[in-house]
Each structure stands twice: as C-alpha cells, then as structure tokens.
C-alpha cells in the first residue's frame, strides 16, 4: 500500500486494528455505582466537563469473548459522573484490558486512558467477583452478590462517554498534537440481563494507579449485565489548542 493510501492504523502494510464499528457479542459486564469525595472528583476532572450533584463514580470489569477486528479480552474502568453543557454522560479517568490492539485502538482513536493489566471476571454461585492487577498489585477488586433482576433505568449512565486525548509532540517545547475532548455515544445494544445487588470494593495502593483516591462514601450498588453491544466511532466536542 502506497503512502497516498494509509491504512486506517500501523503498521501501514499489515494494520494494528480495523475502522471502528466494532461488535461485542456476549459481553458480560460487573458494574459498580458509588459516591465519592467531591475534591477528588473535581481535581481529576478536565474542564470544561462538570460533576454532577451526585458525585458518583462508576466502576466496570468485563469480559468480551467476541469483539469483531479486535478479539475476545477482558476490560476494566473508572468513570466519573459528568456532563459537558446539556450532555450527561460519565469521563473515563482510569483504564485497563489484557489486548494491545484494544489498548492502541482505545488510545488512539478515542483516548482511552489504556494500560495492559491482568483482569478476571469471576463467577462462583451468587457471587460476581472482577479482580484487576497491574505491577503484581490489586489495584481493585470489586465484588456483588447476585440478587435479583433490575430494569435499564437502574443502570448508571454509561451511554455517553468523554475521554481526554492527547498526543504528544516528538519535538521538544512543542505543544501537543493532539488536546481535545472526545464523547462516544452508544446507540445500538441489546441487553439479554441485568441483575442487581449489594457490591463491595478494595484497592491496594500503587502509584501508577491511585484507584485508592476514588475510595467509597457510603453503599456500593452494583449490577451484572449480559449483552451485545456497537462500539462505533465519536466525535469531537471540545479542542484545548
């Protein structure tokens, strides 16, 4: 392929990963819902995003058996409740899968705040366990006891996602390529199960990954959610240069 034809990414003559649609089919998800201290919320989050009143924080571990032009990984996130002018929607401040395409097709195209790290989502009788590891630490461990269905209404709001991305000059003193905020929004899923309950959260300190900051005021509600569901690509709603 000639440099007049790019590939959608690198390298140019065998590429890292397609053009996004991509399909999860059978993606099984353990959600987390929390409130959290509003001066940490307030300090990682960019402007011109805004927190909510209720200063909530959304954690996921998953597992997708099936992504079309990635494969099958597991994934892990945190997200903060926010909203950019009318759009209400969650910032994705803290990232993880066990797929390197999926770590540079999520950094590059939308930016994702990626890492590899070890995930594992656990079944065993009425409990949900996902465990995240990166460094040989536990950065989290978050866990539900299976109680009962729940509606779509009850789910956090995950339908709307911003993302930072920045990308840096390769010439010293020179301002980023790249500094904007994306959103992504979510509009073609079907959902097969959601059910809820009583969840639980650890984090073991690390300094590569403060997931320890976000730690829990109050009760932790939590849901389990089987479905497929369209990653399909964003746009760009704020431009920082």
Excluded at 23 to 36: K, P, S, T
Excluded at 64 to 79: C, D, E, I, M, Q
Excluded at 151 to 172: T, V, W
Excluded at 217 to 239: C, M, N, T, W
Aim: glycine share 8%.
């Amino acid at each position: 392929m000639s440099p007049a034809e790019p590939a959608y990414s690198t390298p140019n003559h065998c590429l890292f990963y397609p053009e996004p649609p991509y399909q999860y089919l059978g993606a099984r998800c353990l959600i987390g819902v929390w409130r959290a201290e509003q001066s940490v919320l307030g300090r990682v989050l960019p402007a011109p995003l805004e927190l909510t009143p209720e200063n909530q924080v959304i954690s996921t571990v998953c597992d997708y058996p099936h992504v079309t032009g990635l494969g099958g990984y597991h994934a892990s996130a945190l997200f903060i409740r926010s909203r950019f002018k009318d759009i209400e929607g969650a910032f994705c401040c803290h990232c993880y899968m066990d797929n390197d395409a999926a770590v540079a097709a999520g950094r590059e195209i939308w930016g994702f705040p990626k890492k590899l790290a070890r995930i594992q989502l656990q079944e065993s009788g009425e409990i949900m366990r996902g465990v995240v590891e990166r460094a040989n630490i536990r950065i989290m461990s978050f866990s539900m006891n299976l109680l009962k269905e729940a509606e779509a209404e009850e789910l956090p709001p995950l339908g709307n996602l911003f993302n930072l991305k920045r990308i840096p000059s390769p010439e010293k003193g020179i301002p980023p390529e790249v500094h904007e905020l994306t959103l992504i929004q979510y509009k073609r899923f079907t959902t097969h199960l959601i059910v809820g309950g009583a969840g639980a959260v650890e984090f073991e300190k690390s300094p590569s990954d403060p997931l320890h900051i976000f730690e829990p005021l109050g009760k932790v509600s939590a849901f389990y959610v089987k479905q497929d569901v369209e990653l399909p690509l964003g746009k760009v709603i704020h431009r920082y240069l």
